[in-house]
């Protein structure tokens, strides 16, 4: 496989991330009563007429197509959308005329999305419509829709952290359908999602990033369990990656100047808390003679006396404790002294 960095070189518009078997518009089976999707033989007439998903100036593009570092644990280091946040709400619209394939509608843990099938110069597209809630309210699978009509509202189902629209663009290719830049695609044909927005606060990809181990981890030679391992790295081990790279799983990264393959799952863009270092034990209390006390070689009147503590003098710590009695050390001598007349110091 190319890399991801080579093809978006290539050509911002057909910018191609191969599609790992997994597009959300490809899915062939009735799943549940939420979840629709249609038989997708059939290609919608063909349209050259575009629109903004959402109306202009209310929305901000907060993230851009394309590589990124990976932004949680299990977070792709691509990103096959742009993102467009906006009020909760916010009708969405189609970019283009075509045909509803599918419809899912979202929870907290699941992304609901609607994809539309176009047919743009006789290439089938897939456009998705990701993080809506309800998936049916304005249109249903099969249904013919135009450009600018309302499909559904902003929403924040799944992996979200707000109300946004993540908006994917697929076009369908002799090697499968590849994710394209919807921004790219859609300038060209006179629609500019960002010179749209009313704020762009989307980052630049950087060169690199930098993740941690989230425990032991495996540094191999090559992107699999097959490949041998160079060592161990322990938990909090800082690795470097160039955004994007990623090969069934495994993340080539380097650690100093070494370089190796580590699992992309087992990895964090945040550092680990250092261990908790067990804080100094609280000083023992030391006591003092209320009265002057016999000091004894056991923990009863039985027991001979060595000497008598004077009243006030300090025996330090408590040693050892029997009944009401407890060991003390007085001017070198250790012996048992009654608790009555003891006090912490
Ligand atoms: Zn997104």
Redesign the pocket.
């Known amino acids: 496989m190319r890399s991801i960095r080579t093809l978006l070189l290539a050509g911002a518009a057909t910018a191609a991330l191969v599609l790992a078997g997994i597009a959300p518009a490809t899915a062939a089976v009735q799943q549940a009563p939420t979840v629709a999707v249609t038989a997708q033989t059939t290609m919608p007439p063909p349209v050259t007429i575009f629109r903004l998903p959402l109306a202009a100036k209310t929305y901000s593009l907060?993230?851009h197509f394309g590589p990124r570092c990976i932004p949680v644990r299990y977070g792709p280091t691509v990103?096959?959308?742009?993102?467009m946040g906006a009020a909760g709400g916010s009708p969405i619209a189609a970019i283009a005329g075509g045909i509803v394939i599918a419809t899912v509608d979202g929870t907290s843990t699941r992304e609901g999305y609607i994809t539309i099938k176009h047919n743009f110069g006789g290439v089938e597209y897939r456009s998705v419509y990701?993080?809506v809630w309800s998936s049916t309210t304005h249109v249903k699978v099969g249904q013919l829709v135009r450009n600018g009509q309302r499909i559904g509202s902003v929403g924040s189902s799944g992996a979200?952290s707000g109300n946004?629209l993540?908006?994917?663009l697929w076009q369908s290719t002799a090697s499968g359908l590849v994710a394209v830049d919807p921004a790219a695609f859609l300038k060209k044909r006179g629609v500019d999602l960002y010179g749209s927005a009313y704020r762009v606060t989307a980052q630049p990809t950087p060169a690199t990033c930098t993740y941690y181990t989230v425990g032991g981890v495996n540094f191999r030679t090559g992107p699999s369990t097959n490949h041998s391992i160079i060592r161990m790295l322990p938990l909090g081990t800082a690795v470097v990656h160039v955004p994007g790279l990623i090969t069934t799983g495994f993340i080539p990264v380097k650690v100093g100047s070494q370089s190796g393959w580590v699992s992309a799952s087992l990895v964090s863009p945040t550092q680990p808390a250092a261990p908790a270092t067990a804080p100094p034990p609280a000083p023992k209390p030391t006591y003092a003679a209320t009265a002057a006390l016999n000091l004894r070689t056991g923990p009863s009147t039985a027991y001979a006396r060595i000497l008598v503590i004077p009243k006030g003098a300090n025996v330090g710590v408590i040693l050892a404790s029997s009944g009401d009695w407890r060991k003390v050390t007085y001017a070198g001598k250790t012996g048992w002294v009654h608790s009555a007349y003891l006090v912490k110091r």
């Not at 990103?79 to 993102?83: A, I, L, Q, T």
Request: no cysteine.
């Open positions: 907060t993230s990103h096959r959308g742009v993102d990701m993080h979200s946004h993540h908006l994917e």
